[in-house]
T-cell receptor
Framework: GQQVMQIPQYQHVQEGEDFTTYCNSSTTLSNIQWYKQRPGGHPVFLIQLVKSGEVKKQKRLTFQFGEAKKNSSLHITATQTTDVGTYFCAGRGNFNKFYFGSGTKLNVKP | NAGVTQTPKFQVLKTGQSMTLQCAQDMNHEYMSWYRQDPGMGLRLIHYSVGAGITDQGEVPNGYNVSRSTTEDFPLRLLSAAPSQTSVYFC???????????????FGEGSRLTVL
């Protein structure tokens, strides 16, 4: 079946350092979404990428969708303590099914 | 708008008991879905629905039933609870994907279920 793998599982950084999480799918995706889940909270939508090679920025966050539409990344520049949480990618496959990666838990030390 | 509302927030069951997790949304979303979240495994799709009267299985449907009699409600039923169903359950909904929307999933706050 379809799988979306996400690495790393955990990342501990010092405030001000950069952070990157990567997603890889076993099959081509029609689009990919990214979500953030704060500790004890629920996932909240960040962005959707649709086009091959697409790059989108939201302030310190940069999202990329691979040329083959099988991989994606989220990069945070100069992390802040407010970035703490778990970041999930979600690839949309066939028939309205969203396949979530296992998530990357980010901890930021002040 | 309340968004996506899940009840109960917490529940403890004994093995073999049945229960229903409720999910309601007031955003007129066609698509509704249930996920379970377990440590290190992300969110796994249990069942989903693209409209009233239509449901389909996700990745991990065994042990769960759903129905969609109205656009607003999408209950998840556990007929005979097992310890392996101890998890946090999230309901999520979205509009049908179109030019004017991103297709983002709106999540409820979650229901934490423990099966002893």
């Amino acid at each position: 079946g379809q799988q979306v793998m996400q690495i790393p599982q955990y990342q501990h950084v010092q405030e001000g350092e950069d952070f990157t999480t990567y997603c890889n799918s076993s099959t081509t995706l029609s689009n990919i979404q990214w979500y953030k889940q704060r500790p004890g909270g629920h996932p909240v939508f960040l962005i959707q990428l649709v086009k091959s090679g697409e790059v989108k920025k939201q302030k310190r966050l940069t999202f990329q969708f691979g040329e083959a539409k099988k991989n994606s990344s989220l990069h945070i520049t100069a992390t802040q303590t407010t970035d703490v949480g778990t970041y999930f990618c979600a690839g949309r496959g066939n028939f309205n099914k969203f396949y979530f990666g296992s998530g990357t838990k980010l901890n930021v030390k002040p | 708008n309340a968004g996506v509302t899940q009840t109960p927030k917490f529940q403890v069951l004994k093995t073999g008991q049945s229960m229903t997790l409720q999910c309601a949304q007031d955003m007129n979303h066609e698509y509704m879905s249930w996920y379970r979240q377990d440590p290190g495994m992300g969110l796994r799709l249990i069942h989903y629905s693209v409209g009233a009267g239509i449901t389909d299985q996700g990745e991990v449907p065994n042990g769960y039933n759903v129905s969609r009699s109205t656009t607003e409600d999408f209950p998840l039923r556990l007929l005979s609870a097992a310890p392996s169903q101890t998890s946090v359950y999230f309901c999520a909904s979205k509009l049908r994907q179109g030019v004017m929307n991103t297709g983002e999933l709106f999540f409820g706050e979650g229901s934490r279920l423990t099966v002893l």
